[in-house]
Nanobody, 123 residues
Framework: QVQLVESGGGLVQSGDSLRLSCEVS????????VGWFRQAPGKERERVSY???????YYMYYAKGRFTISRDNGKNTVYLQMNGLRPGDTAIYYC?????????????????WGQGTQVTVSS
């Protein structure tokens, strides 16, 4: 059974950094595309970044230049390094994976979701 476990969230001040981790078990990561999504209170879930199975990254405009996604297939883990955090980044961050980029990123209907990790940025 596929399981994704996020960690690394916390309460930080504006301008600080966090590194989120998404540890995957039950599958071999190298065949999967992995994405990070977030949901703020009262708002819809939104895309943040994804990393293709070949290692190519993509970022939403608000993450570009501040966030860096990476993967370590040997550790079955995907990371999201977040620098220059802003109060608007406050949300629960979820990782998800799929062998289909379309299902993961376009439809937001991946094979599996993690349980989420809370990121809170104070001003």
């Amino acid at each position: 059974q596929v399981q994704l476990v996020e960690s690394g969230g916390g309460l930080v001040q504006s301008g600080d950094s966090l590194r989120l981790s998404c540890e995957v078990s039950g599958v071999t990561l190298d065949a999967y595309h992995v994405g990070w999504f977030r949901q703020a209170p009262g708002k819809e879930r939104e895309r943040v970044s994804y990393i293709h199975s070949d290692g190519s990254p993509y970022y939403m405009y608000y993450a570009k230049g501040r966030f860096t996604i990476s993967r370590d297939n040997g550790k079955n883990t995907v990371y999201l390094q977040m620098n220059g955090l802003r109060p608007g980044d406050t949300a629960i961050y979820y990782c998800a994976l799929s062998t289909s980029w379309n299902n993961l990123w376009v439809k937001q209907s991946p094979d599996s979701w993690g349980q989420g990790t809370q990121v809170t940025v104070s001003s």
